[in-house]
């Protein structure tokens, strides 16, 4: 007769295997990115682009990635968009002078970069590509700072 430790070591052993199993399968990995993840991240940018022509730094900073606001202070990261702002307003540029060229997902969709154009005096000119994350099923800006 198994005494109480054979039998647990025993389910401790089939427990183990079947973890072992499961990563090895990928059963933790995240799914792919898909078409829905696209489109959030498009319309998080129109929000971000929206918020920063309208001069609402604080609306940014939430839409900024939380580590950088940790490591950086909420100020510092206001202080960048004020700063852009500021730009903004001395090219002229409207909210519709914004394009999205393309959204590179990474492959489970955890980052992403996103390419942009500006229209400046009815040419459009190639951005910086900007870097994304996601986080709890939210997609944040990853300030360049």
Request: glycine letters at 6%; aromatic letters at 6%.
């Amino acid at each position: 007769m198994k005494t109480t430790i054979q039998t647990l070591t025993q389910c401790s052993s089939c427990l183990l295997l079947v973890t072992v199993m499961a990563l090895g399968t990928g059963c933790g990995k995240k799914p792919p990115a898909t078409a829905a993840d696209d489109t959030a991240l498009r319309n998080r940018h129109a929000e971000f682009v929206k918020a920063l022509f309208t001069e609402d730094f604080e609306a940014c900073a939430r839409m900024s990635d939380p580590n950088v606001i940790q490591a950086r202070g909420a100020d510092t990261v206001k202080g960048v968009y004020q700063l852009l702002g500021g730009l903004i307003k001395a090219a002229k540029l409207q909210v519709e002078d914004v394009r999205i060229d393309g959204v590179t997902l990474s492959e489970d969709a955890a980052a992403a970069q996103v390419r942009t154009s500006n229209r400046e005096n009815g040419e459009w000119k190639e951005q910086a590509p900007s870097q994304w994350i996601r986080r709890d099923s939210q997609w944040f800006l990853v300030p360049a700072i």
